[in-house]
């Protein structure tokens, strides 16, 4: 290579260097300010927090697959509510978890420009890497950004299985170390999948008897996790943790289409660059997970209660095939700043969109809108201290504040009685009989029949229908709205009505 050529290597990495930390300093300000700052908050960022909160603080004090409730369930792996619980006290528990999911989500970005290097990325294309990741998460997945749940630890923990991967020489030191980790990742969420499903692919494809070895050491780990799980939680914890949930290939398909056009516009560019230039095996494993990240997404987003967190591995691969396709670039075709720039405006062209909307919101959390918001839970809050005795949430997070019992989890509760796992009859007839000294719902849920209590077979309407009969409307605080129970018309030595009543059932 000649001097002139060596300059404008230089000079165009340089470019890049300073275009990725405007890049990343843009996505940071307007993506990440305001999910952090927001932490700071008291109040319920997500409907998982509170869920999470009361099984963090029951894993301090015994086995969280067993509770006083039929209508309150465990299904995630028991890893993140026992370190979380140790790590935290009933009042600031939220807050804990809340600062684990800042930390696991910088610690996505040093792994990601970590694995770009590994992968032979130069520093300035790692960085661009980290700042596409900024972005992609950010924009499409923010709301998992300082909330008390596991997704951003599990893919940390995943990505470190990437990490060891790629950077040990093959053993079976090594391949015990990958186990590990996956199976640590799979203990704080079962469903994180498409990293282990990348690893043992690109392994098989390049030497199919470690590939097969792989498998046979992943069986007996996983078979070995269950046993134990099985030993210290019983049987219940693996019926939990399984437990079927309803399937729509009308949603698969409809939610894939909808991230895609929104926030994998350049997925099929990096595709079919990744498929013409295979010749590196840093480009095969780029295409690997890309392409395993978007399968695993495209068939767990049919599933009742997923999200957007679906695909945060398909963020996470994307933004490591990018430094990846930027070195074969400049390694391999020699192409020149101008192609470089053009695959950076298409590489964050869906986050830029984003970008304004983003400002706008962090506009208006600066001139009051979420100390509002964190002040009118206070006053919800406050409210319910009026109204002592069992409470019917829709944000666990408010019964948790409230120190109230937990006697229904919302989203499993309906999976669980739509799919006849759980009789009703008990849930409906306490509100029948109005047992509950108070019934909060979220104000958006009233104005359809498919919301966060709906329990399919027609038991919505009769749901409804004895709310309405049964409780009345005392407060509208914007997003939550409360009942309490009406007074009384029984005379004396009438017995209350069973749900079934047939003023409910018409």
């Known amino acids: 290579m000649t001097d002139t050529n060596r300059i404008v290597i230089l000079d165009d990495q340089r470019f890049l260097l300073w275009t990725s930390i405007i890049i990343a300093l843009l996505f940071s300000i307007s993506f990440c300010t305001l999910p952090i700052w927001s932490s700071t908050f008291d109040y319920d960022k997500n409907y998982n927090e509170g869920w999470n909160a009361y099984h963090q603080v029951d894993a301090k004090t015994g ?5 006083d409730s039929p209508y ?15 790590l935290s006290t009933p009042t600031n528990v939220i807050m804990v978890g809340r600062v684990f999911s800042i930390g696991s989500f910088f610690a996505l970005l040093l792994l990601v420009g970590f694995i ?19 972005g992609l998460i950010g924009a499409y997945h923010g709301a998992n950004i300082g909330i008390d749940d596991p997704q951003l630890l599990g893919s940390a923990i995943g990505l470190i299985g990437i990490g060891i991967y790629i950077s040990s020489r093959p053993c079976l030191l090594n391949t015990i170390a990958i186990l590990i980790t996956v199976l640590a990742a799979g203990m704080v969420k079962q469903a994180l999948v498409a990293v282990p499903l990348a690893i ?24 070995a996790a269950m046993i134990v799980l099985y030993l210290i939680f019983g049987q219940i914890s693996l019926a939990q943790i399984f437990a079927p949930r309803q399937y729509s290939i009308h949603k698969a398909a409809t939610n894939t289409l909808i991230y895609l056009s929104e926030s994998a516009v350049t997925l099929p560019v990096m595709v079919l660059f990744l498929l013409i230039f295979m010749r590196s095996q840093a480009n095969q494993f780029a295409l690997i997970y890309l392409l395993t990240a978007l399968f695993v997404g495209i068939l767990l987003i049919g599933g009742a209660g997923t999200a957007s967190n679906i695909f945060i591995d398909v963020a996470l691969a994307s933004s490591i095939a990018a430094p990846v396709i930027m070195r074969s670039m400049r390694e391999d075709l020699r192409v020149d700043r101008s192609i470089i720039t053009c695959f950076i405006v298409v590489s964050i062209y869906g986050p830029m969109l984003r970008v304004p909307y983003a400002v706008e919101q962090l506009r208006d959390a600066l001139s009051g809108s979420l100390r509002a918001e964190a002040q009118t839970f206070q006053e919800d809050l406050t409210f319910m201290a009026n109204y002592q005795g069992e409470a019917f949430c829709h944000s666990p997070m408010l019964c948790f504040r409230a120190q109230r019992s937990f006697f229904l989890d919302p989203f499993n509760a309906g999976q669980a009685i739509k799919l006849r796992r759980v009789d009703p009859s008990p849930l409906l007839s306490k509100i029948a009989q109005r047992e509950f000294a108070i019934v909060q719902l979220a104000a958006i849920e009233l104005s359809t029949l498919d919301g966060g209590y709906s329990f399919g077979d027609g038991l919505e309407l009769e749901f409804r229908c004895l709310l309405e009969t049964r409780y009345v409307k005392v407060r509208n605080s914007g997003s939550r709205v409360f009942y309490v129970p009406r007074q009384s018309n029984l005379s004396e030595g009438d017995s209350p009505p069973r749900y079934h009543d047939r003023r409910c059932t018409a």
Not at 63 to 67: C, E, H, L, Q
């Open 116 to 134: 770009s290097r590994r992968l032979g990325a130069s520093l300035p294309e790692s960085l661009f890497g980290v700042a596409l990741c900024i």
């Open 72 to 86: 309150v369930f465990t299904n995630y792996t028991p890893v993140s509510f026992y370190i979380i619980g140790a």
């Open 63 to 67: 086995n969280i697959y067993i509770t």
């Open 200 to 223: 043992l692919t690109d392994l098989t494809r390049r030497d199919r008897r470690r590939g097969i070895q792989l498998v046979g050491a992943g069986i007996f780990f996983g078979a």
